[in-house]
């Protein structure tokens, strides 16, 4: 048997005009813990969706168990014992656990009739064995995300697999979920299998991985022993330079309350209260971040703030003056400016230019009039060439560059450009940096607490809990829809926030 | 990424797709002929002869065809405005054909019960049949903003409405049998004498004029003031403009009252200006329907839609060129069917490249 359970050797994938992988090798040794690290856009998934059969290489090998084989197909991979836990977990909402774990491959009685009975029986013999502590007989949507992802690796290991590779397993984590899986990881490597962990958050690859290829841009940067190396090393070999991963945030007084949310409820689209007499301020001068596990009423919440959802009870004011029942336009016209998380969805018309992009919130006031009273495009185009200078969005045909062609970190920057450029007194923040590359992360973090220096008042929403912990002033946790505890930055750890994320009351001053 | 760039381009270059697309319908259409047996040029005679008057087997010049097809375009081409508008703004308006109706029955009602005062009388007649379509649409704009009720499913239901309810009101006109109301005044008629000289008494009238102010008024409305701005917007993403303040509701009611308002223009000049009587409809015109084809061969631009309605007005006015030439008829049809089906396929295209799109750009932020 070869050293190496996974060899891939010199793959090449182009993409007509960009190259997704350029020769990039993979060696996982059997039975040991591979990270794979690199920025969005690395070209890690691509790799893995060769090594999956999604895709094809254009060039390469790959062995697996030492013997080359053309995996042409996902069925291929299966059967050669690789499975994969996505990022967004592929379960059916209202199946059980077991259903969902024998889906595809149910086992049979009698010639036809389900028999879950038994699948049940080795569902558990298999959770029992890997430390997978979950109820066979539960439905999925009444478990938590850790238990989800839970289910997933008891999908893969149902199926016989003795690779495993997972996508961002953490991303969807509470801090304390995140030990619990890397304890996980660990025993099923004790128990043999071999795990590849794609991910760019270094503190788990020093936590957990044996060894680390690293990519840039679709190159491959190398292969290192976890332990001879430290994170800033990583985070080097990941981004091709130094980076300095200090905020540089100055001290500041706060100033008067700007954006006050009381007892504000919210319902969803159909009709499930996602908050709950919630009660927040924040004020001038600062940062107030909002932490918590995904889908614990962040959403709704801001989307009230905007205007998107209506409230359904309780009042929003936005410098003394009630916004509650306001339209969105009234709202924004008062001074409030959003960076919303879904920037496709929200923050661009994809078809529309940079200039028109940048209009989108003022298009129709009178410095956007000519003497004939139209729409003078000739001055939206000359603004948004100097926010384009200013935020140095790169756009190959300028401010007539469509947004749809730019790139997630420059898609960002026009918004973040169009929002600061109208002088908001409250910036509703929603996970400005997800998806974007180190460079640009850096860039709208610094915005930011450029604009928490002019005295607005700002409003964070992340999943990321560095994030929070390093950008604002005070840290308002969040679970099930309200408000466990409102935090000052230093006087609360990572690890209380998670105990709170995870709706755990403690007795932490409300600040 | 770059690729996808790339291609997208030559999926945006819209006019030359449009262009080809035509070209590839006259191609299928050509072969259908030589397939039934017969000679595939002299459907291209009746169309020289649509366009230019020119008839190539007896070397004999006749403009009349001209003003016909002219004539011929303007209801294409306004209905064509009407899906067009609707579409511009992310609504999908199969109601032109009801709308159409409408302005043709107020425009018959207000020429034989209105006051026969020259000028006035057709122009009272015109904004009748204008204001009366952009109510027909207006309704459907109203329920879709409002309530959220589909405007295909509503405007379907409108189509027939309409027509019964032209039956009705027009069987109540003066001298109404079951197909025709007495003849209209003169004052009513937008007939223009000139155009009838110079074009050797072709129906071609004033109605082209209208067509052209609307053409110029739908660009301009689009391309120049903020309430197109906001229009366009909500129609390419509509929650984008919504979160950046857009009144994506207003927009919705309103694109289609002034979708409505084109289509029953176009009621009103087919009314006026290629009948002396009124018409008890038994069926629809077609106008309506046939405007949502022009519409997506000019990709819903003002030029492109006018362009689009000149060629389906060509081939209308072909028509029966082509049965005297033996080739039947229908084939229009078929190659108005092509042109249609050739398109769809290309916003198929389209879909499936921004899926395309889509999945690369998830696989770059790394979600699956």
């Known amino acids: ?511 | 990424m770059m690729h996808a760039k790339r291609k997208q381009r030559l999926l945006q270059s819209d006019a030359a797709v449009s262009v080809l697309v035509v070209l590839l319908g006259f191609l299928c259409g050509t072969i259908l002929i030589a397939l039934v047996g017969k000679n595939p040029l002299n459907m291209y005679k009746a169309l020289l002869q649509s366009v230019s008057g020119y008839n190539v087997d007896n070397g004999k010049m006749n403009v009349r065809y001209i003003g016909e097809t002219l004539n011929y375009s303007v209801p294409f081409i306004l209905c064509g405005l009407s899906m067009a508008f609707a579409n511009r703004v992310g609504l999908f308006n199969i109601g032109g054909e009801g709308q159409y109706i409408m302005g043709m029955t107020m425009a018959q009602t207000i020429a034989l019960l209105g006051p026969a005062i020259p000028y006035f009388h057709w122009m009272l007649a015109i904004l009748g049949a204008v204001v009366v379509g952009a109510f027909w649409g207006g309704i459907v704009g109203i329920l879709k903003a409002k309530y959220e009720v589909s405007e295909v499913v509503s405007t379907i239901m409108l189509n027939y409405i309409a027509l019964y309810l032209s039956r009705i009101i027009c069987l109540q006109l003066p001298g109404a049998t079951t197909y025709k109301t007495a003849n209209f005044p003169e004052t009513a008629l937008i007939g223009n004498s000139f155009f009838q000289k110079i074009t050797n008494n072709s129906m071609l009238n004033n109605g082209i004029f209208m067509m052209i102010i609307a053409v110029l008024l739908y660009w301009f409305i689009m391309e120049k003031t903020s309430l197109g701005y906001g229009m366009r917007a909500t129609g390419f993403n509509k929650e984008a403009a919504r979160a950046s303040g857009i009144p994506v509701v207003k927009s919705i009611a309103l694109s289609m009252a002034i979708s409505g308002a084109f289509a029953g223009l176009a009621g009103g000049i087919v009314a006026l200006g290629s009948f002396k009587y009124g018409r008890v409809l038994s069926g629809m015109d077609n106008y309506g329907f046939e405007g949502i084809a022009v519409a997506l061969v000019g990709n819903s631009t003002a030029l492109g839609t006018m362009l689009a309605g000149f060629l389906f007005g060509m081939l209308k006015n072909a028509q029966a060129l082509m049965q005297s030439k033996q080739i039947p008829k229908e084939i229009t049809f078929i190659i108005q069917g092509l042109i249609v089906i050739f398109i769809a396929l290309r916003s198929a295209l389209k879909l499936y490249q921004e899926y395309m799109d889509k999945r690369s750009l998830q696989k770059e932020v790394g979600v699956k």
């Open chain 1, 1 to 511: 048997m070869s050293e190496y359970a996974i060899e891939m050797m010199g793959i090449t994938k182009t993409f007509p005009g960009v190259i997704a992988n350029d020769k990039v090798n993979l060696q996982v040794r059997e039975k040991e813990i591979h990270a794979l690290l690199g920025e969005n856009g690395a070209g890690k998934s691509t790799l893995m969706s060769i090594l999956f059969g999604a895709y094809s290489a254009d060039s390469g090998t790959i062995s697996i168990h030492g013997k080359q084989i053309e995996i042409k197909n996902p069925n291929i991979a299966t059967e050669l014992g690789i499975g994969m836990v996505h990022q967004h977990f592929k379960l059916v909402q209202n199946y059980t656990v077991t259903e969902n774990i024998v889906l595809g491959m149910e086992p049979t009685k009698m010639g036809g009739i389900l028999d879950l009975g038994t699948a049940g029986k080795r569902v558990a013999e298999i959770s029992n064995k890997y430390g997978l502590a979950v109820d066979p007989s539960s439905i999925i949507e009444e478990i938590t995300v850790g238990q989800q992802q839970r289910v997933e690796i008891l999908k893969t290991l149902y199926r016989n697999a003795n690779i495993i590779i997972f996508d961002e397993p953490t991303a969807v984590l509470t801090p304390q979920e995140v030990d619990e899986l890397m304890d996980i990881l660990r025993l099923l490597r004790e128990e043999g299998k071999t795990i590849i962990l794609i991910t760019h958050k270094l503190k788990e690859i020093k936590d957990v991985a044996d060894r680390c290829t690293v990519l840039r841009r679709g190159k491959y940067i190398g292969t290192v022993d976890v332990a001879s190396v430290t994170e800033q090393d990583l985070a080097e070999m990941m981004v091709g330079r130094s980076v300095n991963f200090e905020i540089d945030k100055p001290e500041m007084e706060a100033g008067e309350v700007v954006l006050s949310m009381q007892n504000v409820f919210v319902e969803n689209s159909s009709g499930l209260e996602k908050v709950k007499d919630l009660s927040l301020d924040v004020c001038a001068g600062e940062i107030v971040g909002i932490a918590g596990v995904d889908g614990n009423g962040q959403t709704e919440l801001l989307e009230a703030i905007i205007g998107l959802t209506p409230t359904s009870k309780g009042s929003i004011f936005l410098d003394g003056e009630e916004i509650t029942h306001l339209t969105i336009r009234d709202r924004i016209e008062r001074g409030l400016g959003y960076i919303p998380e879904d920037r496709h969805k929200y923050g661009l018309v994809g078809q529309f230019s940079i200039y028109e992009n940048c209009a989108l919130k003022n298009y129709y006031q009178d410095i956007y009039r000519n003497k004939y009273d139209l729409l003078d495009f000739a001055k939206m185009h000359s603004d948004a060439e100097v926010l384009i200078e200013q935020f140095d969005i790169r756009a190959g045909e300028g401010a007539l560059t469509p947004a749809a062609s730019l790139s997630g970190g420059n898609q960002q920057k026009v918004i973040v450009a169009r929002e600061i450029s109208l002088s908001p007194k409250v910036l509703v923040v929603a996970q400005p940096t997800r998806g974007l590359d180190v460079g640009a992360i850096e860039y709208i973090r610094k915005r930011i607490i450029e604009e928490r220096g002019k005295g607005r008042a700002i409003l964070l929403v992340s999943f990321e809990l560095d994030e929070i912990m390093n950008l604002c002033d005070r840290i308002a946790t969040i679970s099930k829809g309200s408000i466990v505890a409102v935090n000052r930055q230093h006087e609360v750890t990572e690890r209380e926030i998670g105990m709170m994320m995870a709706g755990s009351k403690k007795e932490e001053a409300i600040v």
